[in-house]
């Protein structure tokens, strides 16, 4: 396993100083935009706890229709969000579910 410092390691792996900053700079981007995430998930959930807090196209979306594969099984559906309607994979859906009372 290679034990070196993760700086060495980065410092060595890019051939100019340009390449360097670059990556660096991407790194910095990249990490920022990690945190912004993952504050706005935080914020998500302690605003609904229990919801699912990732955005998508099938998010709060109604399904119309349904299109069957080959073997008869729904494979795909037919969803219509608030800008458009979409058909889309039924791998790609989530199922949300009203709480019973």
Excluded at 61 to 86: D, H, N, Q, W
Aim: net charge positive; hydrophobic share 35%.
């Amino acid at each position: 396993m290679d034990e070196r410092n993760p700086i060495s390691r980065l410092v060595e792996h890019y051939s100019s100083w340009d390449r360097l900053k670059r990556a660096v700079a991407w790194l910095l981007k990249l990490k920022g935009r990690l945190l912004l995430v993952g504050q706005e998930r935080k914020s998500l959930m302690k605003a609904n706890p229990g919801s699912n807090p990732t955005p998508g196209p099938t998010h709060g979306a109604e399904c119309l229709s349904t299109f069957p594969g080959a073997k008869g099984l729904i494979r795909s559906v037919l969803v219509k969000t608030k800008s458009s309607t979409l058909q889309r994979p039924v791998d790609k859906l989530c199922l949300l579910l009203e709480a019973a009372d």
